[in-house]
């Protein structure tokens, strides 16, 4: 069992039924000692610090008990360590968890991280910010934003706060330029996902095809999205064969650069970060080790 540190955030998802340490306890071995540490988050960007100083502490793993939100904090802290993050699902998506079939269930995952599988994913970065599942600008960006004002969390509010919005937001025409492809790519952009993993979360699949470990991230423009396209996008999201409907278009890249006609919200692993009118998106391959 390898020497774990747990970055507890105690907001996370929609529902907090399990005493978490409690559970810890029972799993890796009564009340605390050396082989397991149980730190809860008190701020924002906390995890990032408290994960960076248990890497220091020679923790060979340190899980992120929480959401994406929660998992990205902890992953950015332990770029260029030793330690491997590890991952207690707790979020409203759990996109990571999913896409590395990390057990949802608290104890299954507990269990899993006694005895884990070590190996190395790619870490994507947009205008310098590290991302492990998905990054992107337009509609997903804008709704992030609202969800994350909504007060409550989970699948419900996040398509309540979807379907409100879809009557706002407008596209706005951007040129994009893909290291993978000849030339300058002029477009209106409703959404432009950057994918490391397949999908967002709860089984949404927005780049079916990415895989973590291919040394590429997968990008995937709508356009626009008319009443009849969204029908498609959210059937084709559901079923994980987006790119089969033609309602999506696919490039894979290493290297991206993006400007926008007017400020467009973008998002890293579902954190809305504000507006910009430039970004610049890369690939690092096999940056982060994760235990799974």
Request: aromatic share 8%.
């Amino acid at each position: 069992m390898p020497r774990t540190c747990f970055i507890l955030n105690p907001n996370a998802g929609p529902n907090r039924r399990h005493d978490l340490p409690a559970l810890i306890a029972r799993h890796f071995g009564g009340a605390g000692g050396p082989d397991y540490a149980v730190r809860p988050t008190q701020h924002a960007g906390h995890a990032v610090e408290l994960a960076r100083e248990a890497a220091q502490e020679g923790f060979r793993v340190v899980a992120a008990v929480g959401g994406d939100g929660t998992i990205n904090e902890v992953g950015r802290g332990l770029l260029g360590t030793a330690a491997a993050l590890g991952i207690v699902p707790q979020g409203s998506g759990n996109g990571l968890a999913r896409h590395l079939q990390v057990p949802l269930s608290v104890p299954a995952a507990l269990r899993r991280l006694r005895a884990p599988t070590f190996s190395r994913i790619d870490v994507g970065h947009i205008n310098g910010k590290p991302f492990f599942c998905t990054a992107g600008l337009g509609f997903d960006a804008h709704v992030s934003q609202h969800f994350a004002l909504a007060g409550t969390r989970g699948l419900l509010t996040y398509v309540r706060v979807a379907l409100l919005e879809y009557r706002r937001f407008r596209p706005v025409a951007v040129q994009a330029r893909f290291d993978s492809r000849p030339g300058l790519l002029e477009t209106d952009c409703y959404v432009l996902t950057f994918a490391n993993a397949s999908q967002y979360g709860n089984n949404a699949f927005i780049a079916p095809q990415a895989d973590l470990r291919d040394g590429l991230l997968d990008a995937c423009l709508i356009d626009a999205l008319p009443a009849v396209r969204a029908v498609r996008v959210s059937l084709g999201m559901a079923l994980g064969n987006l790119p089969a409907t033609k309602a999506a278009d696919y490039y894979q890249f290493k290297q991206a650069h993006v400007t926008a006609a007017a400020p467009l919200g973008y998002h890293a692993d579902g954190d809305y970060l504000g507006h910009a009118t430039k970004f610049d998106v890369s690939l690092s391959p096999a940056a982060l080790e994760v235990a799974v």
